[in-house]
T-cell receptor, first 113, second 114 residues
Framework: DAGITQSPRYKITETGRQVTLMCHQT?????MFWYRQDLGHGLRLIYY???????DKGEVPDGYVVSRSKTENFPLTLESATRSQTSVYFC????????????FGAGSRLTVL | AQSVTQPDIHITVSEGASLELRCNYS??????LFWYVQSPGQGLQLLLK??????LVQGIKGFEAEFKRSQSSFNLRKPSVHWSDAAEYFC????????????FGTGTRLTIIP
C-alpha cells in the first residue's frame, strides 16, 4: 500500500532489551523523521535523515540509533531500552528541506517494563 | 529559540458550536505555521499551513486559521464543530531552513458533547 507504515504498532519489552521500530515509505521522499510523543511535551524530534546514508540528531537523540541504507526505510533502534523510553513513536517523511509538509505514520506505542 | 504555546490542554465543545483553539509562537523571523490533527490511534494529519500572503488560511474539514503577527498567534477556528472533530490538535512553527527545525506545541485535546 502507498504511504508511510510503521511496525510494530504496539510493543511491550523489558528494560535492557534491544528494540527496533520500523518505518517504510513508498513516496521516495528525501527526508524522514522520528518523533516521540509524550504527555505534556507534544512531539519531540529524535533523529532525522536528509537522504540515504545521511542522518542527524534531533532534540532528544540519547539512547537511540538510526540508519538509512535505503531511501524508503528508516528504522529506529533502542539499543538498551529504559522505562523513560516508554512513549508513542511517530515516523514522518517530507519531499525535501524547507517548510515542506510532513506526512506521518500511524505511530508505534512502546512500553518498557 | 523558537517555541509554541498551546495554552488550552483540553477543550469541550457542544456539537454545532463554534471552536477556537489558541496557538502562540515565538520566532525571530517570519514563521511558517501549521496545524495538525491527530485522531485517536492515528498519526498526525495536516489541517492547514501558513507560509506567506493572506493571513487567513483555509484548511481541510472546514477549518481556518488566522496569522496575527502583532499577537504572535495562529489560532484555529471552525464555525460549527461535528462529533468527528474530536481529536488532538497540534500547532507547529517552522521555517524555510528545514523541517528538522519544526517545533510542535503540546497539543489541545478537543472533546465534543452531543
Amino acid at each position: 500500500d502507498a504511504g508511510i507504515t510503521q511496525s510494530p504498532r504496539y510493543k511491550i519489552t523489558e528494560t535492557g532489551r534491544q528494540v527496533t521500530l520500523m518505518c517504510h515509505q513508498t513516496w521516495s521522499h528525501s527526508y524522514m523523521f522520528w518523533y516521540r510523543q509524550d504527555l505534556g511535551h507534544g512531539l519531540r524530534l529524535i533523529y532525522y535523515s536528509a537522504a540515504a546514508d545521511i542522518t542527524d540528531k534531533g532534540e532528544v537523540p540519547d539512547g537511540y540509533v538510526v540508519s538509512r541504507s535505503k531511501t524508503e526505510n528508516f528504522p529506529l533502534t533502542l539499543e538498551s531500552a529504559t522505562r523513560s523510553q516508554t512513549s508513542v513513536y511517530f515516523c514522518a517523511s517530507s519531499v525535501g528541506a524547507g517548510a515542506n509538509v510532513l506526512t506521518f505514520g500511524a505511530g508505534s506505542r512502546l512500553t518498557v517494563l | 529559540a523558537q517555541s509554541v504555546t498551546q495554552p488550552d490542554i483540553h477543550i469541550t465543545v457542544s456539537e454545532g458550536a463554534s471552536l477556537e483553539l489558541r496557538c502562540n509562537y515565538s520566532y525571530g523571523a517570519t514563521p511558517y505555521l501549521f496545524w495538525y490533527v491527530q485522531s485517536p490511534g492515528q498519526g498526525l494529519q495536516l489541517l492547514l499551513k501558513y507560509f506567506s500572503g493572506d493571513t487567513l488560511v483555509q484548511g481541510i474539514k472546514g477549518f481556518e486559521a488566522e496569522f496575527k503577527r502583532s499577537q504572535s498567534s495562529f489560532n484555529l477556528r471552525k464555525p460549527s464543530v461535528h462529533w468527528s472533530d474530536a481529536a488532538e490538535y497540534f500547532c507547529a512553527v517552522g521555517s524555510n531552513f528545514g523541517n528538522e527545525k519544526l517545533t510542535f506545541g503540546t497539543g489541545t485535546r478537543l472533546t465534543i458533547i452531543p
